[in-house]
């Protein structure tokens, strides 16, 4: 298997550059979220024997000085972030602030939530550095196609617009909608619901809004390409000269069919992968004969490992398969070492990126059977 | 390492992601096959009516000698299958390999779609009820009808430039449904069965070969999102699967679902005390090809005599045991995918904790039979005193039947939907009876068994029906131009 990294291998004084970075990170974040006047009402109430979630049996301030200390907390679980009381995600210091909440899943039952002051903004600040001027040029209007209503991703790209000096045009897209659609077989419903989305994009692509770049997902990509050419022209002529794809899986197959068939050599596609609960990885443009997409999480404010399937404890050899297990590391949020439902290759750290990545991302495959996965 | 590329409209395409495809008893990689992405199925669909207008282009009359050509080469020459070649004995050997299937009846298969190819011309005259074929390609065709004569515009109008279909890996035997789609002018989006990429692959070689335009034809082997995008692009789909799946498209004019057969033999009062007559016909129905067919019986009803019938039945059935699959007297086809025959085992072992059932082929020991890579499930006969236990509406991929006891007159309430009925009864009040059923599909009335088809008629509707609406046309000639 291939350990190539995309922007040449970090060296060794640039990795351990970065894995002190985030030892001091770990340190400072595990002081602010147990800190007792200050901290997070569910971690404090976990050391305190007070959370029904959680009990830890050890001070963290005093027993976690590193990162490799995390593992102490066992695994963070997703379902605590099921319901409320969503305050007690609150650290003590931003209970005045404005609050947001995020929600993910949601279908049917109660949906996962994650509170946000300005993570988002923060985590699409630091991925803007990651685009290349040429083709996200700062100042550009932007057309976001993708899922919206409780997701993050409709405030988080309208702020990444607007903190690069343009105007952010939205598509309304329910995705718990879509979920239903596909489980119910209304197959019908979900080609006209897309095809309403689609009507809404062409809609604001003629509207003479000087849009330049785009965020959207790699299914509604390809049907709005495939609109476009239906229409005798194409997101390049269309003024589209940069596209932030994420939100659902890609493969390298997807991306290098999107880019031979339906980008060409003008328009650039930064895939990314990310959450809610962590922020976004990015990863470069793939390029030929492998089209390899290799992202970097935001370390040290998260940090993606890949891990053995039978020993999470275990991180694999570079370029060996294991599941991704995700840490969050902000002021507003702590979450260690998240078992993710994906899967993926291990990765060396890279030049531009001096920590280990993850490619060839896909659904864990013990749940890939049963979840239904990349609908939107 | 054989590779088989995606081939869209003839043009090989080599994905990134490739699956491979491995021989179910000794787990040797038989061949690598591109994944296509639903997107690029969505894309390619902009070139379906190409694929009618490139078949439009050569008179059916001519279509039909190319099938024809195409039958003898699919089953009897080396043949291009992706970046290799194939014999027939290879092809039955790949197929067998992967499907679980014997050879043998890989190669009876073969035989059947070969059959088919050859009486095209005799198959589309059956299905279009005597119609002159180039009404098709026209669109519309004169008829001379009634005493004085009467010439009668008559119009078939072509619902869809292509075919799409969604192809299962457990039965080689369903491709006998889309061989006159081509000699029809409308042009295949195929999606292979995961494990069966083998038909699709070998029998587009044969038509292009034999002078069909590879732009006539596409093939897209994936996941579920090539499916779905299969069946979105494509106005006309035939799709195979299981109940849910043909719950799922009942009603959709598009899409024309194949499950489950339930089929059936029902013995009338009036024979039913010469059952052991019928005996070898209830046998073959429920054991041929493995029992995978929708047309294989899964049912037999009988208003008295059932234990023994049950019991006469088991005795056959019962000792087949699992053989190589190259041995020649192989019957049974393997599982080969992991955990589904302990699936259907258990399905079967709840039924039978209800009263009103009994194993009658237990005594020949278990059923299921577990090896390293593969599982199989033997012949399994199960007597049932009413229709009531749930096991009488159960149907799987092995020869196994229910022997359901229950009084004539009830019957027809009771079968539920039932692909094949072999009804052996001269009753003449049933018969007709039986002929106004609507949820029987294929009738025999005789001792005739569930898997004997005659090719003439139409399976599960009729496939020219719905290719093409039938609709009023009138025409001033002087301005007619086509």
């Known amino acids: 298997m291939s350990t190539t990294a995309t922007a040449g291998t970090a060296a060794a004084d640039q990795v351990k550059q970065a894995q002190d970075k985030l030892d001091a990170h770990v340190r400072e974040i595990i002081n602010w979220h147990f800190d007792p006047d200050n901290g997070t009402p569910f971690w404090l109430d ?22 490799a200390d995390l593992k102490k907390f066992g695994h963070f679980e997703d379902d605590w972030l099921r319901g409320g009381p969503l305050r007690r995600w609150v650290p003590k210091a931003f209970h005045q602030k404005p609050i947001y909440v995020f929600e993910t899943g949601g279908t049917t039952g109660i949906p996962k939530s994650r509170v946000v002051v300005e993570d988002h903004w923060t985590d699409y600040e630091m991925f803007s550095d990651t685009l290349p001027e040429k083709y996200f040029p700062k100042g550009s209007n932007w057309l976001m196609l993708g899922p919206s209503g409780p997701r993050r991703l409709r405030l988080a790209v309208e702020h990444l617009c607007q903190y690069r000096g343009g105007i952010c045009f939205c598509v309304d897209l329910d995705p718990r909608w879509v979920v239903k659609l596909i489980k119910k077989g209304w197959m019908e419903h ?56 994420g939100g659902t899986e890609m493969t390298s197959q997807w991306i290098r069919f999107a880019i031979e068939e339906f980008l060409g050599k003008d328009v650039y596609i930064a895939p990314t ?23 970097y999480a935001p370390q040290p404010r998260a940090v993606a490992e890949v891990v053995d399937f039978d020993n999470y404890d275990q991180l694999v050899p570079h370029g060996q398969e294991g599941r991704v297990m995700l840490t969050t590391l902000t002021k507003e949020l702590f979450v260690p070492r998240f078992m993710e439902r994906d899967e993926g290759l291990r990765e060396l750290p890279s030049s531009k990126y001096p920590w280990d990545g993850v490619s060839g991302v896909k659904p864990f495959r013990a749940f890939a059977a049963t979840t239904t996965v990349g609908v939107y | 390492m054989l590779h088989i590329p995606i081939s869209r409209w003839g043009e090989p395409y080599k994905s990134m992601d490739l699956d491979k495809v491995v021989h179910f008893a000794s787990g040797e990689v038989m061949c690598e096959v591109s994944r296509a992405n639903a997107g690029l199925v969505e894309r390619d669909m902009r070139h379906a009516q190409r694929a009618r207008d490139v078949l439009r282009e050569i008179p059916i009359k001519e279509l039909i000698g190319m099938m024809k050509k195409a039958g003898e080469l699919y089953a009897n020459a080396e043949l291009p299958c992706g970046d290799g070649t194939q ?43 005597g119609l002159d074929l180039n009404c098709l390609s026209r669109g519309y065709g004169i008829e001379t009808r009634g005493n004085p004569p009467v010439q009668i515009p008559v119009s078939y109008q072509a619902q869809t430039p292509v075919l799409g279909m969604v192809l299962p890996s457990n039965s080689p035997g369903v491709h006998t449904l889309w061989l006159p789609i081509v000699p029809m002018q409308i042009g295949l989006v195929l999606k292979p069965g995961p494990q069966e990429p083998w038909t699709p692959y070998r029998m587009a070689s044969a038509f292009i070969k034999a002078g069909v335009p590879a732009q006539a034809i596409a093939i897209y082997p994936g996941l ?41 033999i029902l013995l009338g009062e009036d024979k039913v005390d010469q059952w052991e007559k019928y005996l070898d016909i209830m046998v073959d129905s429920v054991l041929m090809n493995s029992g995978r067919g929708c047309i294989n019986c899964s049912g037999i009803w009988a208003p008295r005599h059932t234990k023994k019938i049950a019991e006469a039945i088991a005795d056959r059935m019962g000792p087949v045991e699992p053989l190589p699959p190259e041995d020649p007297k192989a019957a049974l086809a393997a599982f080969t995918v992991p955990g589904q025959a302990d699936g259907v085992w258990k399905d079967i072992e709840n039924d039978l904790k209800q009263s009103g059932t009994w194993h009658a082929t237990e005594k020949f020991g278990p059923r299921l039979v577990k090896k390293e890579r593969c599982d199989y499930l033997r012949p399994t006969v199960i007597h049932c005193t009413s229709p009531e236990p749930n096991i009488v509406k159960k149907e799987y991929m092995f020869p196994f039947c229910t022997v359901v006891e229950c009084p004539q007159d009830q019957m027809l309430a009771k079968i539920g939907g039932t692909l094949v009925c072999s009804a052996i009864t001269e009753d003449k009040k049933w018969q007709r009876q039986l002929l106004d059923a609507t949820h029987i599909d294929r009738l025999n009335i005789g001792a005739l068994p569930t898997i004997k088809l005659n090719w003439l008629q139409p399976h599960e509707g009729n496939i020219v029906d719905f290719l093409f609406r039938a609709r009023a046309f009138q025409f001033d000639k002087d301005m007619m131009k086509v």
């Open chain 1, 46 to 67: 976990a050391v305190a024997g007070k959370n029904p979630l959680l009990k830890l049996d050890f001070d963290p301030r005093k027993e976690v000085k590193s990162f």
């Open chain 1, 190 to 245: 979900l080609k006209a619901y897309q095809e309403h989305c689609i009507d809404q994009a062409m809609t604001v692509l003629s509207a003479s809004h000087d849009i330049k770049c785009m965020f959207t997902t790699p299914k509604l990509l390809d049907s709005l390409c495939t609109r476009l050419e239906k229409e005798g022209t194409t997101l390049a002529k269309q003024g589209i000269t940069g596209v932030f794809c």
């Open chain 1, 273 to 295: 992968y990310g959450n809610t609960l962590m922020g976004l990885a990015a990863a470069d443009q793939p390029v030929p004969p492998d089209y390899k997409i290799c992202y």
């Open chain 2, 87 to 129: 014999t027939p004995d290879q092809f039955a050997r790949m197929q067998s390999a992967t499907t679980g299937l014997p050879e043998h009846m890989c190669k009876f298969n073969m035989e059947k779609n070969n059959f088919v190819l050859a009486n095209m011309d005799n198959i589309l005259d059956s299905l279009t009820r």
């Open chain 2, 224 to 264: 579920g999102d090539v499916g779905a995008a299969v069946l979105a692009g494509s106005p006309r789909s035939l799709i195979f699967g299981g109940t849910a799946t043909v719950e799922q498209y009942k009603g959709n004019p598009r899409v024309q679902a194949h499950g489950p057969g339930f089929s059936k």
